[in-house]
């Protein structure tokens, strides 16, 4: 099961951008850590390419605690 619950209370705390969907954001963050496991394992990213791209990623869906208070 896919943890869309912490995907689902981010709006009430004013932290997703608008237009995230809480359903959207939880299976492609799955899809995408998956990928680059893949990817990592068999050698074609670095190990700490991982992190760099769903640090992107996440900060393109969330707003910082800052910027949402």
Known sequence: MYRIDV???APTA???Q???GPQSTA???LVMAAGL???TLVAQRSPD???AVLADH???VFRSADAAG
Do not use: C, I, M, Y
């Open 14 to 16: 004013g932290l997703p």
């Open 58 to 60: 996440l900060n393109r």
């Open 37 to 39: 496991g893949t990817s």
């Open 18 to 20: 608008p237009g995230v």
């Open 7 to 9: 995907f689902a209370e």
């Open 49 to 51: 390419s991982p992190d």
């Open 27 to 29: 299976v492609s963050l």
